[in-house]
């Protein structure tokens, strides 16, 4: 839209609020005639190529991707094998027997977290290798609402806890266990050896 001139009242008006006004930086020299601002450049407008784009076609929407946060289980699975590999590719396989096991079914966050302290530090301290968490695959929830919440809340924290202090300096490698052990409802926790 094209600038238009200010008229003869416009111009008079301006004056009357001019001499009535309290100037800002009376240091500065006074004008006569209010300036006019210079037109504005147009901008180039960015130039979008269709390429064999016909009127009443639906153009292709690529598909969203969402980053939805991984299940603990593919955490486990891609983690870095820290233990020596011929005995964690037989311990995946269930081909390696646990030297001990907690079943923390049924226990609330409060008195399992303890237990599994209880139960990791003393297992190292007998020299055991290998024991076996079972949490359990946890319930779903009663009625699905529109945020997805993690099921079994034994099954998210035990890897977590593992991997805190006082059991970070016990333990070596932690995994989904086997079928035969409990499947996803359990954990391998293979213990570094006691200094």
Known sequence: MPRRKLTAEEIELWRKVTKQAERLHPELPQS????????????KAPKFRLEGFEVGQNAQVKPVRHALKPSVTDN???SPVQMDTK???RMKRGKLKPEGKLDLHGMRVDTAHPALIRFVLTS???GKRLVLVVTGKGKDRDEPGPIPTPRGVLR?????WLSIPPLTQAVLQVTPAHISHGGDGAYYVYLRRNR
């Open 87 to 89: 005995a964690f590719g």
């Open 124 to 126: 190292q301290a007998q």
């Open 76 to 78: 486990l699975r891609a």
């Open 156 to 160: 998210n924290q035990v890897p977590h």
């Open 32 to 43: 006569v005639h209010p300036t006019t601002l210079p037109k504005p450049k147009p901008t």
